[in-house]
């Protein structure tokens, strides 16, 4: 449906469910009724969480970059994971992080995990996978906590197991008052 805009625009409103995640490139082409036609075409990237409850991974906010490798998941991940404040966490957090309680997780939210390997870690994940970004772990007891500082799309790698990596190429949300958070108006 389109509809005459102030100023003598026009603007034009569709939708479409995607099935899957992934990267795509729609194009929209308008057809005047004088046959001149004109053409938009947009890019963007479909991810999900690692489950429907909103269970996913983390990466340390050293990693968070568009365009860096990460590791989210496995036995390395510490030592994959620097945190930009150089605070070093000497336990055994593998990666996998809980939903909040009203999924999915956002940026501000607080985010827990288990040490040690996770028995509900999904058997597989998205090809483009919504991860968390942390500043720094907490520990008590057998948990381990953070904030939700951003949260980053990574593009999985092949061969997700007992190790986990990709690389970032999007961005979904950077906390208030975090680095590389934009200014408050």
């Given at each position: 449906?389109?509809?005459?805009?102030?100023?003598?625009?026009?603007?034009?409103?569709?939708?479409?469910?995607?099935?899957?995640?992934?990267?795509?490139?729609?194009?929209?082409?308008?057809?005047?009724?004088?046959?001149?036609?004109?053409?938009a075409?947009?890019?963007?990237?479909?991810?999900?969480?690692?489950?429907?409850s909103?269970?996913?991974?983390?990466?340390?906010?050293?990693?968070a970059?568009?365009?860096?490798?990460?590791?989210?998941?496995?036995?390395?991940?510490?030592?994959?994971?620097?945190?930009?404040?150089?605070?070093?966490?000497?336990?055994?957090?593998?990666?996998?992080v809980?939903?909040p309680?009203?999924?999915p997780?956002?940026?501000?939210?607080?985010?827990?995990?288990?040490?040690?390997?996770?028995?509900d870690?999904?058997?597989?994940?998205?090809?483009?996978?919504?991860?968390v970004?942390?500043?720094?772990?907490?520990k008590?007891?057998?948990?381990?906590?953070?904030?939700?500082?951003?949260?980053?799309?990574?593009?999985?790698?092949?061969?997700y197991?007992?190790?986990?990596?990709?690389?970032?190429?999007?961005?979904?949300?950077?906390?208030?008052?975090?680095?590389?958070?934009?200014?408050?108006?």
């Amino acid at each position: 449906m389109s509809r005459p805009a102030a100023g003598g625009d026009l603007r034009v409103a569709g939708s479409h469910v995607y099935a899957s995640a992934g990267r795509f490139a729609p194009t929209v082409v308008v057809t005047s009724a004088g046959a001149s036609t004109d053409t938009a075409t947009a890019s963007f990237v479909v991810y999900a969480f690692a489950t429907a409850s909103g269970n996913t991974f983390a990466i340390s906010d050293a990693k968070a970059q568009v365009g860096s490798d990460a590791t989210f998941w496995g036995s390395n991940w510490q030592a994959a994971n620097p945190f930009l404040s150089g605070v070093a966490y000497g336990g055994s957090f593998r990666g996998y992080v809980e939903a909040p309680a009203s999924p999915p997780p956002a940026c501000g939210d607080t985010w827990i995990g288990r040490t040690g390997g996770s028995a509900d870690v999904p058997a597989t994940v998205p090809p483009y996978l919504a991860v968390v970004v942390s500043n720094g772990i907490e520990k008590s007891g057998s948990m381990v906590g953070g904030t939700v500082v951003r949260i980053v799309v990574v593009q999985t790698d092949p061969g997700y197991g007992s190790s986990a990596t990709g690389k970032v190429v999007a961005e979904v949300c950077v906390m208030s008052g975090a680095p590389g958070a934009p200014p408050r108006r």
